[in-house]
């Protein structure tokens, strides 16, 4: 995509964070990009990495898409790294001479990895989103450990939880090193950031929604996983 373009995703991404969101930052019932994934989050050279999202849609489910469009921020040296593909909009490291050069102009030690500014957008530019994808090593996206619901580990994509009741939620992870955040579309989400959380579903509440965690590191890493939550 051409600087132009690059210039429109951003206006949108300001406008979006200028405007407000009046919704739980935990409420699923909405439109919104609840996290951008690449696989892998970092790549050496000669790799390639793939980028899509998790998407909330108000009154739906969530849904895993690629991005309708993706450019690259900075370094606009390393714009066309970028391009679509048959699996998505997918980033490609480039040899490790050129990466020597970029580090040098982005002052960075040798070696170091180089992070990839990528916009993102989904529903004609409504939802907008900034993703770094980082050269010169490979990671992998994390995995979801200690996972906890209602005192159990989930089994399938379903769960069925009491109402009027503190259902706990938690998931092993170092505060310092990764960040979680609590999803859900039903009932109230409490301590939503923290990796052990708390979920409320009262009488009013919908008998349907859904339940999600994500965890990000800080390789640039994400995972998430999604419950069909029920509360007769």
């Not at 406008?15 to 969101?21: I, K, N």
């Not at 019932?29 to 899509?52: F, K, N, Q």
């Not at 002052?107 to 957008?121: K, N, Y």
Request: aromatic share 4%; charged share 20%; with cysteine.
């Amino acid at each position: 995509m051409r600087p132009a373009a690059a210039v429109t995703v951003l206006g949108a991404f300001a406008l979006a964070a200028c405007a407000g969101d009046v919704d739980q930052p935990w409420d699923l019932d909405h439109d919104r990009i609840v996290a951008v994934r690449a696989t892998p989050p970092s790549i050496a050279s000669g790799e390639r990495s793939v980028l899509d999202a998790l998407l909330a849609t108000k009154g739906a489910s969530t849904h895993e898409a690629t991005p309708d469009v993706a450019t690259v921020v900075a370094p606009q040296s390393l714009a066309d790294v970028l391009a679509p593909g048959p699996e998505g909009w997918v980033v490609t490291a480039p040899d490790a001479a050129r990466l020597d050069a970029v580090r040098a102009e982005l002052g960075l030690e040798p070696g170091e990895r180089v992070g990839v500014q990528i916009g993102v957008s989904y529903a004609g530019g409504a939802l907008v989103a900034l993703k770094t994808v980082y050269l010169g090593e490979r990671a992998e996206n994390p995995t979801l450990a200690g996972l906890l619901v209602d005192g159990a580990e989930p089994t399938g994509d379903r769960v069925q939880l009491a109402r009027d009741v503190e259902v706990r939620l938690a998931v092993d992870a170092d505060a310092a090193l990764a960040k979680v955040n609590w999803l859900t579309s039903c009932g109230t989400m409490h301590d939503f950031d923290l990796p052990s959380a708390y979920l409320v579903i009262e009488e009013e509440d919908p008998t349907e929604g859904e339940l999600a965690v994500v965890l990000r590191d800080r390789a640039g890493g994400v995972v998430w996983r999604v419950w069909s939550l029920t509360a007769p």
